[in-house]
C-alpha cells in the first residue's frame, strides 16, 4: 500500500491567508482519492484529525478575519505546544495577532459515532440522539435516532455546545496576542436570526473570562457563521 502523503511537515507548511483554505481543501480532496481516505477524514484518523479540525478552520477563518491578505501568513505548527499555529501579519494595519489557538464545537464521542454511522451506512441525523453498543473489538453498533428535534431544543444544544469549547480554554496559559478560533457546525445558525442572536450571547458571556486572548471568533465549518469579539490581551 503506498505511504499516504498528508505528513506533519505537509501540515505545517505555511501559505497566505489568500490561499490557506483553498490549499487545505485541496489536502482534504487529495486524501479523499486514495485508498481509505474518506474514511480518515470522517473519521479524523491521523494527521487527517489534524487537517479537519485545525487546518480547515484556520482556513475559514483566513477568509473572515484576515481578508484573504496575501500579507498574512498562517502556518500549522503539530505537538503539544499551547497555540496551534504562528500568524505573519505584513499589512499596513496588522492585526498584531501571533498565534491561533483552535478548538471545536462539537459532541465528542457522539460526533465521531455520527461519522461512524454516516460511513457504514451512507447517511446520518445531524440532531437525533446517538445509542452505541459494543466497541471495535466486540463488534460496534450504532444507532441514530430519526426524531424531530424542536427549535428550543437546538437553540439549547449549540448553547451548550459553544459553551463547553470555551470552557476548556479557561485557565490555561498562552503566549500574547493569541486568537481562540472554536469552529462550529453551522447548518442550522447560518440564516436564523434566533440561533445567530443565540451564539453571540454565549460569545458575549464568555468575553470576560477569556481576557488572555486576543480575539475569540466562531466559525463556521459549512455556511459561512462568522462572529469575534476582542477581548483583554490585545496590543
Known amino acids: 500500500m503506498p505511504t499516504p502523503f498528508l505528513t506533519n511537515d505537509v501540515l505545517e507548511e505555511s501559505h497566505t491567508a489568500k490561499d490557506y483554505l483553498w490549499w487545505a481543501k485541496g489536502l482534504v480532496e487529495r486524501v479523499k482519492s486514495e485508498p481509505g481516505g474518506l474514511e480518515r477524514i470522517r473519521l479524523r484518523v491521523g494527521p487527517a484529525k489534524e487537517l479537519m479540525n485545525e487546518a480547515i478552520p484556520i482556513g475559514l477563518l ?17 505537538g503539544s505546544q499551547n497555540f496551534d499555529a504562528r500568524v505573519s501579519d505584513g499589512r499596513k494595519r496588522p492585526s498584531t495577532v501571533s498565534y491561533i489557538e483552535v478548538t471545536m464545537a462539537h459532541e465528542g464521542e457522539d460526533e465521531y459515532l455520527r461519522m461512524w454511522h454516516l460511513h457504514e451506512k451512507g447517511e446520518v441525523s445531524g440532531l437525533g440522539g446517538v445509542t452505541k453498543r459494543g466497541t471495535k473489538k466486540t463488534g460496534l453498533a450504532v444507532e441514530i435516532a430519526g426524531e424531530m428535534v424542536s427549535q428550543t431544543e437546538v437553540l439549547r444544544r449549540e448553547r451548550d455546545l459553544l459553551s463547553k469549547a470555551m470552557n476548556r480554554k479557561l485557565g490555561k496559559a498562552y503566549p500574547p496576542n493569541t486568537l481562540l478560533l472554536v469552529a462550529f457546525d453551522d447548518i442550522m445558525a447560518f440564516d436564523r436570526k434566533d440561533n445567530a442572536e443565540n ?5 458575549v458571556d464568555y468575553v470576560p473570562s477569556l481576557k488572555t486572548f486576543h480575539t475569540v471568533a466562531v466559525v463556521g465549518l459549512h455556511q459561512g457563521f462568522f462572529i469575534c469579539r476582542r477581548t483583554g490581551d490585545a496590543i
Open 62 to 78: 483566513a477568509s473572515k478575519y484576515f481578508g484573504e491578505s496575501d500579507d498574512v501568513r498562517i502556518g500549522l505548527k503539530i
Open 199 to 203: 451564539l453571540e450571547a454565549v460569545l
